[in-house]
C-alpha cells in the first residue's frame, strides 16, 4: 500500500493516470478498491481521468467463494452503468469464508 502511494503521488506530480491491475483474489480485489478510491483526482488537462478498477474476469473459484460476502463487481458495474461500492466494514471491508479458507489450507 505504501509503493502504491508513492507511485501514485508521483504520477499525479507528472500528470500521469494510475491504473492498478489485478489478478488474484478477492481480498486484492477489495484492497485494490481501496486503493484506487484514495487516488487524487486529476482534473484539467487534454485527458481528463477518473479512476478504474481493472481486473481479470474470468471464472476464479478464489474470487467468486472465498469471501463471506461476495463483491460481485460486474453484477455491481452492470446496474449501476459502470460504478463500484467500496467495502466499508472494518480493515478492508471485507470477511472471508472460514468453511472455504478450511477446505483448501495447506498446514
Not at 499525479?12 to 478477492?26: E, F, K, L, Q, R
Not at 458495474?77 to 477446505?103: C, H, M, N, Q
Request: aromatic fraction near 8%; charge should be negative.
Amino acid at each position: 500500500m505504501s509503493e502504491f502511494a508513492k507511485i501514485s503521488t508521483l504520477a499525479s506530480t507528472c500528470g500521469i493516470p494510475v491504473i492498478p491491475h489485478v489478478w488474484g483474489c478477492a481480498v486484492t480485489i477489495a484492497l485494490n478498491m481501496h486503493l484506487i478510491a484514495a487516488l487524487p483526482d486529476a482534473p484539467g488537462g487534454l485527458f481528463q481521468f477518473e479512476p478504474m478498477l481493472e481486473y481479470d474476469t474470468t471464472p476464479n473459484h478464489f474470487r467468486e467463494s472465498l469471501l463471506s460476502e461476495p463483491l460481485d463487481v460486474l453484477a455491481q458495474v452492470r446496474s449501476s452503468g459502470g460504478w463500484v461500492t467500496v467495502p466499508d466494514k472494518p480493515g478492508i471491508g471485507v470477511g472471508l469464508d472460514e468453511a472455504f479458507v478450511r477446505k483448501y489450507r495447506v498446514n
